[in-house]
Each structure stands twice: as structure tokens, then as C-alpha cells.
């Protein structure tokens, strides 16, 4: 197995010993919170261009905090079952994300929408990337044989 390097050569010099379900468990965790992190700077970066007054800006910190804080609390639910490897719950979890992958492709054409929506489009994309290897991560890594 070719894990992280610096994972490896921890626990070949028996410092580290981790399963083959706990390095499962931390790419399942860490892609969620890169997903959480990528969706808290496409809030910020629609909040830095936004063109009107009904719209998340600086302008309104209140708002603008909500609005981070009910993103982080829709991203919550991904994040507990990414603690978890049954089958089910990695397929519950797989279809959470997908909705939160179909956001990041709305995102896309509504960047196009925003004067100078560039920096919304590349997060967007970003977004829509690490999302997609996030459900791919989570439905196809740490398959058992008596799961299938």
C-alpha cells in the first residue's frame, strides 16, 4: 500500500500504528473538510464580488456570518458519517455529497451572472473537483468483500 509518505515512514519506524480502516476513515475525513473549507471561500469569494444590495456582502458581517454558519452546519451531516465505514451509511453519505457537488455545478453559470465572477467560477470548479473525489472516496475506498 502507497499511503502518504511521511504515514508510512512513521509506521514503519513503529511510531504509528494505524489500521488499514483508520488511514480509510482520515481520506474520508480530510476530503469532507476540504469540501467544508472549499464551500466556507466560495461563500466568501460571492460575498467579495456581489453587485447589489440583497445579495451576501462585507458589507453585512452578520449575514455574511449566517451564512457560513449554515453552511457549516449543512456539512455536518457528511462529516459524522465520514467517521463511519458501513456500507450504508457511506451510501447515504455519497448521496448527501452529490447534492453538495450539484451546488458547486450551479455555481458555475451563476459566477458568469456576477460581474467580475471570476474568482466564484474557480472556486466553483475547485469546489466541484475535490466534492466529485470526495463521493468517489467515500462510496469506492474501503470496500469489504462482505460488503458487496
Not at 72 to 77: G, K, Q, S, W, Y
Not at 83 to 90: E, I, K, P, S
Not at 110 to 125: D, H, Q, R
Amino acid at each position: 500500500m502507497n499511503h502518504i509518505k511521511w504515514l508510512s515512514d512513521l509506521k514503519k519506524a513503529g511510531l504509528l500504528a494505524l489500521g488499514k480502516g483508520v488511514i480509510t476513515l482520515l481520506k474520508r475525513f480530510s476530503l469532507v473538510i476540504v469540501t467544508l473549507m472549499m464551500s466556507i471561500v466560495v461563500v466568501l469569494a460571492a460575498a467579495k464580488e456581489s453587485p447589489g444590495d440583497h445579495v451576501i456582502s462585507f458589507d453585512e458581517p452578520i449575514i455574511l456570518m449566517i451564512s457560513i454558519g449554515i453552511v457549516v452546519f449543512l456539512l455536518i451531516p457528511p462529516l459524522v458519517m465520514s467517521f463511519f465505514g458501513n456500507l450504508v451509511v457511506r451510501i447515504i453519505s455519497g448521496v448527501y455529497q452529490c447534492f453538495i457537488v450539484f451546488t458547486f455545478l450551479g455555481l458555475i453559470p451563476i459566477g458568469f451572472l456576477i460581474p467580475n465572477g471570476f474568482l466564484t467560477i474557480l472556486v466553483s470548479i475547485a469546489g466541484t473537483l475535490v466534492s466529485i473525489a470526495s463521493v468517489a472516496v467515500t462510496l469506492c475506498i474501503g470496500k469489504n468483500k462482505k460488503d458487496i
